[in-house]
C-alpha cells in the first residue's frame, strides 16, 4: 500500500486504481485478523478513493464503490457502530441497485446480499417496522435467485429467511416469525455441510418466539406443519433475545 501511495504521487490517473484495490485489500486483512476498528478505517478510506474514480469514469469504478460501500457498513456495524452504518448500508443497496439496471445477472446477488444486511440493521437500530419490507424483499430477491441456481444460492436464501424471523422478532411479531423460520429450517437440511451452522440460529430464534409467546406460535407452527410443537422448540433460547 505504501507503494502505491508512492506511485500516486507521480502519475495519480494512471495508478490510483491500484491503491484503491490495496487499500481495499488491507482492511480486508485487518478485519481478518480481528482488527475491526483500524479495517473500518481503512475502509472509509477506500469509499473516499473509489468516489474519485467514479467521478472519472462511473461505469468501470461503480462496482468497486458499492463494494466498499457496502463492506464499511459491514465494519461499522461489527465495531458496535449499527447508527452510523444504516446511512452507509442505505448507500451500498442503492448503487447496488443502479448497477442491476445495467446487469441484473452479474449484481443481482450482491443485491440481495445488501438488502438483506440491511434489513438486520435496520432491526438492530430499532426501526423493526422498517426492517420489515426490506427483508421481505432480500427474501423475493435470493428466491429469484435460486430459481436460476439453486446449489449456489440456497444458503444466501436460507439467510434472507433466517433474517426475516430475526427481524420479525425485534418487531415483536413472534408467530409471524415462525412462518420464515420453519421454512428457513427445511431448505437450511439441504444446505452443504459448510454451511449447516446456520441450524442452530433458526432452531435457537423459534425458541425465543415460542417463549415470548407459546400460545402464538404453537398455533402458527400447527398451521404451517400439521403437528405439534416439537420439544427442542419448548426449550430455553441459548443465544440472545429480541
Known amino acids: ?3 502505491r501511495r508512492e506511485l500516486v504521487t507521480f502519475n ?9 484495490m490495496s487499500v481495499t485489500n488491507h482492511a480486508t486483512w ?3 485478523v480481528g482488527r475491526a476498528e483500524d479495517a473500518a478505517r481503512v475502509s472509509k478510506e477506500a469509499i473516499g478513493i473509489y468516489r474519485e474514480l467514479v467521478e472519472l469514469n462511473r461505469d468501470v469504478y461503480l462496482p468497486g464503490l458499492a463494494a466498499s460501500v457496502n463492506n464499511h457498513a459491514t465494519l461499522l456495524a461489527e465495531v ?12 451500498a ?7 442491476v439496471t445495467f446487469n441484473r445477472d452479474a449484481y443481482l446477488p450482491d443485491l440481495a446480499a445488501s438488502v438483506n444486511n440491511h434489513a438486520t440493521l435496520l432491526a438492530e437500530v430499532g426501526r423493526a417496522e ?14 429469484e435467485l435460486v430459481a436460476l441456481n439453486r446449489d449456489a444460492y440456497q444458503p444466501g436464501y436460507t439467510k434472507s429467511l433466517t433474517a426475516m424471523g430475526y427481524v420479525l422478532l425485534f418487531g415483536s411479531r413472534y408467530g409471524d416469525a415462525v412462518t420464515p423460520l420453519v421454512e428457513a429450517l427445511q431448505t437450511s437440511r439441504e444446505l452443504p455441510e459448510y454451511a449447516q451452522d446456520i ?5 435457537d430464534l423459534l425458541r425465543h418466539a415460542y417463549a415470548k409467546d407459546a400460545a402464538g406460535v404453537a398455533k402458527e407452527w400447527r398451521d404451517i406443519t400439521g403437528s405439534e410443537v416439537p420439544d427442542w422448540v ?7 433475545g429480541d
Open 1 to 3: 500500500m505504501r507503494l
Open 12 to 20: 495519480r490517473d494512471a495508478y490510483l486504481p491500484d491503491l484503491a
Open 30 to 32: 485487518l478485519a481478518e
Open 80 to 91: 458496535g457502530r449499527a447508527e452510523d452504518a444504516v446511512p452507509v448500508s442505505e448507500e
Open 93 to 99: 443497496v442503492r448503487l447496488r441497485r443502479e448497477l
Open 130 to 143: 422498517d426492517a420489515v419490507p426490506v427483508s421481505e424483499e432480500a427474501v423475493r430477491l435470493h428466491r
Open 199 to 203: 441450524t442452530e440460529t433458526i432452531a
Open 234 to 240: 419448548r426449550q430455553p433460547p441459548t443465544g440472545p
